[in-house]
T-cell receptor, first 119, second 109 residues
């Protein structure tokens, strides 16, 4: 089945530094990827929709200058948390929409998630 | 009102029990519906899609009532390995998924 790989799976950083998280679709192309954030005991919240070759679409309340998204190729999207602060500590998960032979399936495939801890 | 609401649980059931989870959604234009399973500190994984006619996959049965904007998941003959958080997920359009907070299930021996 389709596989989405996320890296790193766990990162600890100091307050004020920037952290980049990568999301790769390993065996399919994804023109659209999604970035979610999940705080403990809460639901996944969509942060932004990443579109290959164009600007990401951010959800209301998500700072685009703080959470930089780049979708430079059909298999890679990156999320950079700039000037991270302790309140940014969370579980960040990406997902990708699979398309095969031009047809879009109904399923989204999720990366393994990246747990960010900002000290 | 939350877009997708679920009872957070936890539901504590013995092995072999039947358990049902409910979910309501607020956007009547929602297009498709899913149940995902999430294990602790892991990514969510698709359990099953939910169709208007109802659908079954082994011990799992999903139902959708569009008029009431209500989705359900029934698990029969619970196994220890079913212990997880079950997320009700609604696609409101353009693959934008809205997740419920999840219902935690604990199956005990």
């Amino acid at each position: 089945g389709a596989v989405v790989s996320q890296h790193p799976s766990w990162v600890i950083c100091k307050s004020g530094t920037s952290v980049k998280i990568e999301c790769r679709s390993l065996d399919f192309q994804a023109t659209t990827m999604f970035w979610y954030r999940q705080f403990p005991k809460q639901s996944l919240m969509l942060m932004a929709t990443s579109n290959e070759g164009s600007k990401a679409t951010y959800e209301q309340g998500v700072e685009k200058d703080k959470f930089l998204i780049n979708h430079a190729s059909l298999t890679l999207s990156t999320l950079t948390v700039t000037s991270a602060h302790p309140e940014d500590s969370s579980f960040y998960i990406c997902s990708a929409k699979a398309s095969t032979s031009g047809k879009v399936t109904g399923e989204l495939f999720f990366g393994e998630g990246s747990r960010l801890t900002v000290l | 009102r939350k877009e997708v609401e679920q009872d957070p649980g936890p539901f504590n059931v013995p092995e072999g029990a039947t358990v049902a989870f409910n979910c309501t959604y607020s956007n009547s234009a929602s297009q498709s519906f899913f149940w995902y399973r999430q294990d602790c500190r892991k990514e969510p994984k698709l359990l099953m899609s939910v169709y208007s006619s109802g659908n079954e996959d082994g011990r799992f049965t999903a139902q959708l009532n569009r008029a009431s904007q209500y989705i359900s998941l029934l698990i029969r003959d619970s196994k220890l390995s079913d212990s997880a958080t079950y997320l009700c997920v609604v696609n409101t359009g353009f693959q934008k998924l809205v997740f419920g907070t999840g219902t935690r299930l604990l199956v005990s021996p």
